[in-house]
């Protein structure tokens, strides 16, 4: 592997970050400053931004590079930031990768490029024009909403000098385990299901990034510890209930309740973009109430943002 493509100390916890956007769904800095220090704050081991949690497909090409300027800016080298630049086309990626390199990010990540169902030869060009132009290290993005690559094509595109690691958001974790064995332990896997974390490191995972590392960070930090020490069992304990409290959320359209969420809790990240939605007052009683209830079920359930909530609801 090219020696400049190495991201072997980029591991751990890294939430998919928000993307901040005010009441009119304009692209808000300042809010973008408070989530990025609060994450820092939680001891987060990076940022992953302008992916899918991060709305980065409801943006256009300027408001991306202008996020990710503000917080490659704010971050200051505190954390390894990770710019996802994929688009449907090579030509709008290649840019994006290219603005990334110039801002001094440390890696840029992407889906295939997607909706056209294109070949395998199509997908590995995108890729290796993609790092050829940036000459980032480059992470692999594998997830169902864009296709799931099969392991021959990772495999295939694995060989190109930049690309050094995967963020796979899948289910089939024989196959990310698989895959980490075959590519070896130099190149980073990251799992992508928020669920199945503990699953995904017990299968060899190097860290987890996902999008309710944005709100549970210390839930996830304590998990990822337990299983850095060989203590899964202690680990999947709380990941069952924290994987409750995620398929909970789900059922209501996650982006803007996480946001909703953490705007109650004193973390002002702004609204999300149409077509996706905000909860009513009802819905977040209804959310609240789980969340009580969990809490009663089982005591401290490892979410610091529960003990410092205000409701903000009737």
């Known amino acids: 592997m090219n020696a400049h493509a190495d991201i ?33 704050e939680s001891g987060v081991d990076g940022l992953y931004i302008t992916g899918s949690t991060g709305e980065g497909f409801l943006m256009d090409d300027g408001e ?106 899948g289910t089939q974790h024989h196959e990310m385990a698989q895959l980490k064995q075959i590519l070896g332990p130099d190149f980073m896997i990251y799992s992508g299901c928020d669920e199945m974390a503990t699953q995904g490191l017990l299968s060899g995972a190097d860290g987890i990034i996902g999008s309710f590392y944005n709100l549970i960070p210390d839930t996830f930090r304590e998990i990822f510890s337990l299983c850095q020490k060989g203590d899964y069992g202690k680990a999947f304990e709380i990941q069952k209930i924290a994987s409750r409290f995620i398929l909970h959320l789900v059922k209501y359209g ?36 789980f969340i009580d209830s969990l809490e009663k079920e089982h005591g401290e359930i490892h979410m610091d943002f529960t003990r410092q909530r205000h409701r903000g609801i009737d």
Not at 89 to 96: N, P, Y
Not at 140 to 150: E, K, P, R, W
Not at 258 to 265: A, C, G, I, V
């Open 8 to 40: 072997t100390h980029i591991r751990g916890v890294i939430p998919a970050m928000f993307t901040t956007f005010d009441e009119s769904e304009n692209l808000d800095l300042d809010r973008a400053h408070i989530l990025v220090e609060h994450l820092l």
């Open 64 to 169: 991306r590079k202008a996020f990710a300027e503000a917080v490659v800016r704010i971050v200051n080298g505190r954390t390894p930031v990770i710019v996802h630049v994929g688009a449907i086309g090579t030509k709008r990626s290649v840019e994006l990768a290219r603005h990334a390199k110039d801002i001094g990010a440390d890696a840029i990540s992407s889906v295939p490029p997607f909706y056209y169902q294109y070949g395998d030869d199509e997908i590995y060009g995108y890729y290796r024009d993609i790092c050829e132009a940036a000459d980032l290290p480059m992470i692999i993005y594998n997830i169902s909403l864009a296709g799931m690559m099969s392991t021959s094509l990772v495999q295939r595109i694995a060989s190109i000098d930049q690309v050094c690691g995967l963020k796979f958001t």
């Open 254 to 289: 996650h982006f803007g309740v996480m946001k909703q969420l953490m705007n109650e809790t004193g973390v002002d990240v702004g609204v999300v973009r149409r077509p996706f939605v905000h909860p009513d007052a009802a819905v977040m009683r209804e959310i609240w109430d």
